[in-house]
């Protein structure tokens, strides 16, 4: 989601929920589509908002297991594992913010 504050757009809101509620873990495919997705709205937010009027981008969360969406270990929201070893997802954003 972009938000407008003060005529400086800011993505405010950042966390992609992935993984089977049945079995309670995330696929290689679910992790590799995750980081796909976090590339896309850091790709989108610097190539569409001016440089001028980006405010930032806020990733509400370090590890899966210490987010509000983690459910139990049934969802993987964030760019780091329970263990903090990073995730596939944590590729995407970087690479996003050096034009990869």
């Known amino acids: 989601m972009i938000i407008a504050c003060l005529m400086r757009p800011a993505a405010t809101y950042f966390a992609f929920q ?4 049945r079995f309670a873990i995330l ?14 709205v ?5 190539k569409y908002v001016p440089k001028a009027q980006q405010y930032g981008i ?3 969360g370090v590890s899966d297991n210490t987010s509000w969406l983690y459910n139990s270990g049934k969802e ?3 760019m780091y594992h329970a ?10 954003v ?7």
């Open 42 to 46: 850091v790709t989108s937010y610097l």
């Open 27 to 40: 696929t290689p495919l679910e992790e590799n589509y995750q980081a796909q997705v976090y590339n896309y």
């Open 94 to 100: 970087l690479n996003a913010l050096s034009g990869k």
């Open 83 to 92: 263990d903090f070893s990073k995730k596939v997802a944590y590729s995407g």
């Open 58 to 60: 806020t990733i509400w």
């Open 76 to 78: 993987f929201p964030l």
């Open 18 to 21: 992935y993984g089977s509620s």
